[in-house]
Nanobody, 122 residues
């Protein structure tokens, strides 16, 4: 079994910062691309891809978070992070991590975390 556990969400004022973490555990041989998605309140259909990071550390971001968010990973800990600075009310959402994981018994699969809520409000 493979599990992704997220932490770090909460309530923050506009302009503040939060750091999200997502740790993968279980029968893992390797992890390829890791990513953060978010789903805004009232939007039950679509989630938005916020940032991605490859195993070699190449990153990509949606335009609305460039210069404010930083994705990083610790391959030894099978963990991905999302540092969020200069937060805006429109960043309010449930944030999910996703990882493309090779299991010990073989095969590559996408796994998702349970989600962590970020609320930006004064």
């Amino acid at each position: 079994q493979v599990q992704l556990v997220e932490s770090g969400g909460g309530l923050v004022q506009p302009g503040g910062s939060l750091r999200l973490s997502c740790a993968a555990s279980g029968s893992i041989r390797s992890i390829s691309t890791m990513a953060w998605y978010r789903q805004a309140p009232g939007n039950q259909r679509d989630s938005e891809l916020v940032a991605t990071i490859t195993i070699s550390g190449n990153t990509d971001y949606i335009d609305s978070v460039k210069g404010r968010f930083t994705i990083s990973r610790d391959n030894a800990k099978n963990t991905v992070y999302l540092q969020m600075d200069s937060l805006k009310p429109e960043d309010t959402a449930v944030y999910y991590c996703k990882a493309n994981i090779q299991r010990l018994l073989g095969g590559w699969y996408d796994y998702w975390g349970q989600g962590t809520r970020v609320t930006v409000s004064s």
